[in-house]
T-cell receptor, first 114, second 114 residues
Framework: QQQVKQSPQSLIVQKGGISIINCAYE??????FPWYQQFPGKGPALLIA?????SEKKEGRFTISFNKSAKQFSLHIMDSQPGDSATYFC?????????????FGKGTHLIIQP | KAGVTQTPRYLIKTRGQQVTLSCSPI?????VSWYQQTPGQGLQFLFE???????NKGNFPGRFSGRQFSNSRSEMNVSTLELGDSALYLC?????????????FGNGTRLTVT
């Protein structure tokens, strides 16, 4: 049972455009939603995270939008740059993912064309 | 501050053998988690240790086991290797303060079972 569904699987965006990746979750006990970025040969690195008491969080060019009633959240990358080309994973957990572990989406392979 | 260190980076084993992977967490981090990453299943939680105690375990067979030492370093062991165990094994550490300490991942150990 896939508890976090991520789409699209792959995405090509022109430099300067907006990249949008969507995720939906099933478990209403989840209360922590991070996004991770992974480059080839590296482990995932935390980009930004949100809790359900806010509907949006912005850090630089990265924004998470959260819709609690729809059980959906999304990552927007503004002014996308070739250096943003990577695989992005959404995740969900209870209490931040230490003891409970993170449940990850299947990932989105993002390519930013120059 | 040094990041999460995993050794070795690459391993090739034969079906039926066993393997031990090692992880050194970030200094001061007492929680260590292990994840399996494959193209088909994505990132899946294996187990988590805190103060030498396993607090949580994912849905993996008993062939997968781990332990944590008093210095927070951790090892995971896979016995009776199967071809399907070929994957990138990622270790992550955290201070384990709920919502305030994200998981920091190492670059993984790439295990190939032939």
């Amino acid at each position: 049972q896939q508890q976090v569904k991520q789409s699209p699987q792959s995405l090509i965006v022109q430099k300067g455009g907006i990249s949008i990746i969507n995720c939906a979750y099933e478990n209403t006990a989840f209360d922590y939603f991070p996004w991770y970025q992974q480059f080839p040969g590296k482990g995932p690195a935390l980009l930004i995270a949100i809790r359900p008491d806010v509907s949006e969080k912005k850090e630089g060019r990265f924004t998470i939008s959260f819709n609690k009633s729809a059980k959906q959240f999304s990552l927007h990358i503004m002014d996308s740059q070739p250096g943003d080309s990577a695989t992005y994973f959404c995740a969900a957990s209870r209490s931040g993912g230490g003891a409970d572990g993170l449940t990850f989406g299947k990932g989105t392979h993002l390519i930013i064309q120059p | 501050k040094a990041g999460v260190t995993q050794t070795p980076r690459y391993l090739i084993k034969t079906r039926g053998q066993q393997v031990t992977l090692s992880c050194s967490p970030i200094s001061g981090h007492r929680s260590v988690s292990w994840y399996q990453q494959t193209p088909g299943q994505g990132l899946q939680f294996l187990f988590e240790y805190f103060s030498e105690t396993q607090r949580n375990k994912g849905n993996f067979p008993g062939r997968f086991s781990g332990r944590q030492f008093s210095n927070s370093r951790s090892e995971m062991n896979v016995s009776t290797l199967e071809l399907g165990d070929s994957a990138l094994y990622l270790c992550a550490s955290t201070r384990d303060e709920p919502y305030n300490s994200p998981l920091h991942f190492g670059n993984g150990t790439r295990l190939t079972v032939t």
